[in-house]
């Protein structure tokens, strides 16, 4: 394909179909040629390189979330929706947690989300820098459960791929880190659960839980304020 039958969006939503596939280290310009079917030279026509891409990735999925309605639904529900929501993209898109730490994530889709939660928070009766602080630690609360499902993700790819050694490696750790755990008390009876042998595993229902109880305690804070 030449670079005059390439398009910005063919180019990026092929980028994330890489990425989901391969994760954040699989994405270079080779390997989206590829997919293309076109020179990697011709890519750099419509976008200047992999961080740019990576971007310009980042930026249609954060196009995937719906906003809640403040008219129609309280600012509760509304930040529940947005929180569950935002972690169904990341673990749907295990690589954009790998993003976070690897870049500047900024965009019109993540700014839109951004500015739609500052609303939910001062809506709850947050002000300034309170909403700031609101907003913040229920997203990084989002983005921490959702590590489990990148580790997942990775640890997944190499069992899949080439390296031959990997399985054993997994099972030689996962034997270690068992062993160890077994020592102390409640650690033990835990790892004597079927859930045990799952890698990064959670209790069911573990990521709703634990944003009730963080909206729980905004709630408590908003009313003092």
Not at 25 to 45: I, P
Not at 197 to 222: K, M, N, R, V
Request: charged content about 25%; proline content about 3%.
């Amino acid at each position: 394909m030449s670079r005059d039958t390439l398009t910005p969006d063919r180019i990026v939503r092929t980028a994330v179909e890489l990425l989901d596939a391969e994760g954040l280290e699989g994405l270079n310009m080779r390997a989206l040629g590829k997919q293309l079917d076109s020179a990697a030279t011709a890519v750099y026509w419509h976008v200047k390189n992999k961080d740019n891409l990576v971007l310009l990735a980042t930026d249609r999925v954060w196009g995937e979330l719906s906003l809640p309605d403040l008219d129609a639904v309280d600012w509760r529900t509304a930040a529940t929706d947005m929180a569950t929501g935002l972690y169904g993209m990341f673990t749907r898109h295990p690589w954009l947690v790998q993003a976070f730490a690897a870049h500047v994530v900024y965009g019109e889709g993540k700014a839109r989300h951004d500015d739609h939660s500052l609303a939910v928070y001062e809506a709850a009766g947050f002000t300034g820098p309170q909403a700031d602080r609101a907003a913040a630690a229920v997203f990084t609360y989002v983005l921490g459960n959702a590590a489990g499902a990148a580790a997942t993700a990775s640890l997944t790819r190499r069992l899949n791929g080439d390296d031959a050694g990997a399985e054993q490696q997994f099972q030689d750790a996962m034997a270690r880190a068992r062993e160890i755990g077994m020592r102390y008390p409640h650690l033990r009876t835990r790892l004597e659960t079927p859930a045990a042998t799952d890698y990064a595993a959670s209790p069911d229902s573990a990521f709703e839980f634990g944003l009730q109880a963080l909206l729980d305690g905004l709630e408590q804070s908003a009313r003092r304020a």
